[in-house]
């Protein structure tokens, strides 16, 4: 059975970090595209925001622009496990973040295009 399961998420303040980690459950690990995405409080029933990516070789990295430069994704194929390093958080970030996998050699920022999905991991930054 295909799982992921997020986690490193909490409650802090603005301008600390954060890593989240996702294990994904799956015989075969390399292929799968990964992403991390995110839903806000304030924006329930919405489609989730792609957050950052990365192919399945470790290649085609893709942040979205609001985080560049403080997030930094990254994947352990022999583990089977993506991170994603958050640095200077501030409340804007405040969200549940999402992991999700997808089998395919390029990124996506469509969470349609993503067929496996972790059940979030809260992140609060207080400011």
């Known amino acids: 059975q295909v799982q992921l399961v997020e986690s490193g998420g909490g409650l802090v303040q603005a301008g600390d970090s954060l890593r989240l980690s996702c294990a994904f459950s799956?015989?075969?690990?390399?292929?799968?595209?990964m992403a991390w995405f995110r839903q806000a409080p304030q924006a329930p029933g919405t489609e989730r925001e792609f957050?950052?990516?990365?192919?399945?070789?470790?290649?085609?990295?893709e942040y979205t622009d609001s985080v560049k430069s403080r997030f930094t994704i990254s994947r352990d194929n022999a583990k089977k496990m993506v991170y994603l390093q958050m640095n200077s958080l501030q409340s804007e970030d405040t969200a549940v973040y999402y992991c999700?996998?997808?089998?395919?050699?390029?990124?996506?920022?469509?969470?349609?295009?993503?067929?496996?999905w972790g059940q979030g991991t809260q992140v609060t930054v207080s400011s």
């Open positions: 999700a996998a997808h089998f395919g050699a390029i990124s996506s920022r469509s969470s349609y295009d993503y067929g496996y």
């Open positions: 799956v015989r075969t690990f390399s292929g799968y595209t």
């Open positions: 957050v950052a990516g990365i192919g399945w070789k470790g290649a085609n990295i």
